[in-house]
């Protein structure tokens, strides 16, 4: 086997291998973003516009930084909200599981990064 062939063995087993870690454990953000779409949050809100419901954003600001926590904002979700941005209601999630609802909310306070 010559030097070229070889390298290009490696590159492969490398993009395999990268590949492989890549599929079976997304980054945290990627998976949150993944959990909004499946649960169709996506539909009332955006990153960084507010539609139906506020931005990622704006929630982010309103409690990350220690000014809520990840379990009010999941209650918070899964119960429905309204009064707190406007007069649009929010319907409650009771679809999504808790431990979905715990990372999303988790997501959202860290800036939805
Ligand atoms: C039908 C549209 C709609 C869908 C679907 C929706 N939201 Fe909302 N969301 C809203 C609206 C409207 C508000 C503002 C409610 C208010 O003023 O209290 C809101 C508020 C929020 C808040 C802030 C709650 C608070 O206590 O201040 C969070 C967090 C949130 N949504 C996350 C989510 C997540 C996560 C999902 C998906 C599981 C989701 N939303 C699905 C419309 C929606």
Redo the contacts with the bound molecule.
Sequence with gaps: MNTEKIASVTASLALALGLGVGTLWPRQADASLAL?QK???V???QPATKV???SWKD?GA??GDGKGTAAQ?AA??KAG??????P????P?AQ?PDAD?QA??QW?LDGAK
Excluded: D, E, F, R
Aim: glycine letters at 10%; hydrophobic letters at 45%; one cysteine or more.
């Design positions: 909004a649960y169709a949050c539909a009332c809100h139906v419901g506020p929630i309103k409690y904002l918070s979700i909200s309204s009064g707190k941005w406007g649009m209601p929010m319907p999630q999504v609802l999303l909310a959202l």
